[in-house]
């Protein structure tokens, strides 16, 4: 047993990957920062969430509200949702003050 | 600069003073009972200009353990000491620590957890921890606490080790008792400890993630590397003891175990911490009358030194474990590692449960233990 093991942990070890493939250093230090980018949320999604553009009044409500920063201010000053990070749990149609926010079960 | 001296002091006290040789850089401690002591003189060294370091005035042991993760990431020295219901609320931190590979020394004043309600000595908190990725070294007495303390961060800064530990001393019976005690030189502990120096830390010229999520396909191998550092430790352990020998003049066994008269013994009795002290006088009252039995004192908890108690006991027939924690429902913890660890020899083991909530463990206590093992007789709780 004692054989197979290395007998000293080496200091840059890239056998170990996060979920985004990039390698984790020993206790799980990423040698960069800003690493949760690479990590696609928008994978977990469920429900969608749209945005009805010429209902939007600008408020910013949902912007607030979006736990994961999905929500992006366009040129106009209406909200888009980032789908590559948006997990889907539609509490910017819960807090939208004139229901331009709707959702549906996401086929993929 | 303090010369090298002899003093008759406190185990609290004693203990503040290595870590002050130590030269920590910040310092988040909370005070329990019967760990109080150890902040308490810290502080008085910080602010009489004796400690250059940075006291963390934290408001309770979770935060005192989240700020010692939180110091260890910036890459300097630091230490906290706790007890009891202190240490059980950090639980959820020491395995991050140990696993963010920080190599981290707290000071435990062992003491009984609640409930009912007790202050006083036994060691069901740190052997309520062993499983948390933290090396555990226990104390006969103050100068095994001042040395290990020294030799506590040798070892867990070694490259192949970057594991934390506990330096274990039985509440009350070392941390309020007044020993003369060998204080050493600060030059001669700057030279035995050199200066930490971190692998990775904060720093906004090269900016790094700290605490990243390991999936399913990482987490079982950083595991792993914690066990292959555990075992590397044991090595480590035994270097760093030999080399303070030689700089101080003081070892205790291989820094793993240590053994008392066990070469003509046929019994013997195995336990952890300041109890060794009192069966060591035991032992010489029988000798007087031609009974030879031996000790066997684990300094070393996690790593468990297991090939090295193979070879201390080889000769010996029965071993009565002195217990100081129940696993409720399965014993006494440290017998069931011991047999765990002699299984296939031919030795009898036998759990001797003692000293709960802080009852002491007197001689009349341990020739029990002793007659039960002469005698071949199952183990007991030594009320």
Redesign the interface.
């Known amino acids: 047993m ?1 054989k197979e ?5 080496e ?1 840059k070890d890239t ?5 985004s493939g990039i390698p ?12 949760t980018k690479k990590y696609k949320t928008g994978e977990w999604r469920t429900f969608i969430p749209m945005i009805d553009s010429t209902k939007c009044i600008k408020c910013g409500q949902c912007w607030m509200t979006c736990p994961d920063a999905a929500i992006f201010k366009a040129e106009d000053g209406s909200f888009r949702i980032n789908y590559t990070y948006c997990k889907g749990c539609l509490l910017c149609e819960k807090v939208c003050p004139v229901k331009c926010i709707s959702h549906k079960v996401e086929e993929k | 600069m303090i010369m090298s001296e002899r003093k008759v002091i406190s185990g609290s006290d004693v203990m503040a003073h290595a870590v002050k040789m130590c030269r920590p850089k910040v310092l988040p401690m909370f005070p329990i009972t019967p760990s109080t002591l150890i902040p308490e003189r810290l502080s008085e060294f910080v602010f009489n200009g004796e400690l250059d370091a940075k006291l963390i005035h934290v408001e309770s042991e979770h935060s005192a353990i989240s700020a010692l993760y939180g110091v260890y990431a910036t890459g300097v020295r630091s230490f906290t000491a706790t007890a009891s219901q202190g240490l059980a609320l950090m639980h959820e931190i020491i395995p991050i620590v140990s696993g963010s590979r920080f190599p981290a020394v707290m000071a435990v004043a062992n003491r009984a957890l609640s409930g009912p309600l007790n202050i006083w000595n036994d060691q069901s908190d740190t052997i309520s921890e062993r499983d948390q990725g933290w090396i555990q070294l226990y104390c006969e007495n103050n100068q095994e606490a001042f040395d290990t303390l020294i030799m506590a961060y040798k070892i867990a800064e070694n490259s192949k080790v970057l594991t934390p530990v506990m330096v274990c001393v039985d509440g009350f019976y070392l941390t309020h008792a007044y020993e003369p005690v060998q204080i050493e030189d600060q030059k001669d502990v700057d030279e035995f400890l050199p200066e930490y120096k971190p692998l990775d830390f904060l720093d906004t010229s090269s900016p790094k993630t700290f605490g990243a999520f390991a999936q399913p396909n990482s987490y079982m191998d950083f595991k792993l590397e914690q066990e292959i550092a555990m075992e590397n430790a044991l090595k480590v352990i035994s270097e760093v003891n030999s080399e303070f020998g030689k700089k101080f003049g003081r070892t205790y066994g291989d820094g793993l175990i240590e053994t008392y008269n066990t070469s003509k013994a046929k019994v013997a009795l195995l336990c952890l911490g300041s109890v060794g002290g009192t069966i060591k006088e035991v032992i010489d009252e029988y000798k007087k009358k031609g009974k030879e039995i031996g000790l066997i004192r684990l300094k070393s908890y996690r790593p468990f030194p297991t090939e090295q108690l193979k070879k201390v006991t080889k000769n010996i027939k029965a071993i009565g474990v002195i217990d100081k924690h129940a696993s409720i429902g399965f014993g006494g913890a440290l017998t069931n590692d011991v047999k765990a660890a002699l299984f296939g020899e031919k030795v009898q083991i036998e759990s001797f449960m003692a000293g709960l909530g802080g009852r002491d463990i007197d001689r009349a206590k341990i020739r029990d233990a002793i007659e039960t093992m002469m005698k071949g007789k199952s183990g007991k709780w030594l009320k």
């Not at chain 1, 093991?5 to 942990?9: C, G, Q, S």
């Not at chain 1, 056998?15 to 979920?19: L, P, Q, S």
């Not at chain 1, 984790?24 to 690493?35: H, K, Q, R, T, Y």
């Open positions: 004692a093991k290395k007998e000293v942990v200091k056998t170990k990957v996060n979920a984790l250093n020993m206790g799980a230090v990423i040698l960069e920062p800003g690493s």
